[in-house]
């Protein structure tokens, strides 16, 4: 069919074979787009694209449940023991730690468990570092009297001497300081590893020349102790029996530091005066030398004053 046959067809007949000729897709309008599939494509304008090529298949979830059990399994579990060692070292940390009261809570279980003297001692030793006498008292006497052939009797006999002269009872401090030196002459102490025998003999010879230090600073000049120690006691009506117990002790303390420190006050005032005398001397020396000058610089004045006269009347005759 040729161009002129077209032209002698109808405008109806015309649309309708274009219509069948060109399909409305090949006249549509196209765009380019992006697909995740494909790539970039031409598709029509305003079409929704058809999903080609490969389709990545839908996973179907599956909810899995899993019941969860609690059983519950009876076990023998052995579980060691603390021993009376162990209660003990962690006592000894907080002892040198100084936290008493802690230390006590474990030397207290040690001692339980094992009724170790050792563990009591330690207990004692707590007690004496805060100062409570009575406890410390009843801890070591105990352990003398209990325990005397024990690694710590010694230890605990000798912290009782101590305390005896502390507490001014020097005739009690004798008596256990000599059972010391007697009983346990190759004894070391627990704390600190010092013998004994040695700082017991120190302590009796100490105590010996502090009363007879006392008596003589009062004007009693007899060499023998316990002669002196009457002489005391008959003096200040004390009870006479040359002992320097807890009372004649205290009373003697008392009176020589009473006349210590009248002494002291008195070279005090010595001093004083003698400081003011000192004081006063170096003044009029002071003057002394100042008038010396003064009277050589007058003098020296005079002898010049004298020659310009002589000279003088010489010229004038």
Not at 32 to 38: A, M, N
Not at 232 to 247: E, H, R, Y
Not at 252 to 274: G, H, Q
């Amino acid at each position: 069919m040729t161009s002129n046959h077209f032209a002698a067809l109808p405008l109806c007949h015309l649309v309708i074979l274009s219509i069948l000729i060109f399909p409305p897709s090949l006249l549509a309008k196209k765009v380019l787009i992006f697909d995740e599939k494909q790539g970039i494509i031409w598709v029509e304008e305003g079409k929704k694209q058809d999903p080609k090529g490969f389709e990545i298949p839908e996973i179907k979830k599956k909810t899995v449940i899993v019941e969860e059990k609690t059983i519950r399994v009876r076990e023998h579990i052995k579980i060691k023991p603390v021993s009376a060692e162990e209660y003990r070292q962690t006592g000894e940390k907080f002892y040198f730690n100084q936290d008493y009261v802690e230390a006590i809570k474990y030397f207290q279980k040690a001692w339980d468990n094992k009724r170790d003297p050792v563990d009591y001692f330690w207990i004692g030793a707590c007690y004496r570092k805060q100062d409570k006498e009575a406890e410390v008292s009843r801890i070591f006497n105990e352990l003398v009297e209990k325990f005397p052939t024990s690694e710590v009797a010694d230890d605990a006999l000798f912290y009782l001497a101590v305390a005896a002269q502390k507490n001014n009872d020097y005739e009690h401090a004798f008596d256990l300081y000599r059972q010391v030196v007697e009983m346990y002459p190759n004894g070391t102490s627990l704390i600190g590893k010092f013998y004994f025998r040695d700082e017991a003999k120190n302590q009796l010879r100490a105590m010996k020349v502090d009363i007879m230090s006392r008596l003589k600073l009062l004007g009693y000049s007899d060499n023998n102790t316990v002669d002196l120690i009457k002489a005391f006691q008959t003096a200040n009506k004390l009870s006479v029996t040359g002992k320097p117990d807890q009372t004649t002790l205290e009373t003697l303390i008392r009176m020589s530091d009473s006349n210590e420190n009248k002494m002291r006050s008195k070279i005090k005032k010595t001093e004083s005066l003698y400081d003011r005398t000192v004081i006063y001397l170096s003044l009029v020396s002071f003057l002394l030398l100042l008038n010396v000058f003064w009277g050589m610089r007058n003098l020296r004045a005079i002898r010049d004053e004298t020659q310009r006269l002589s000279l003088f009347d010489g010229e004038s005759r």
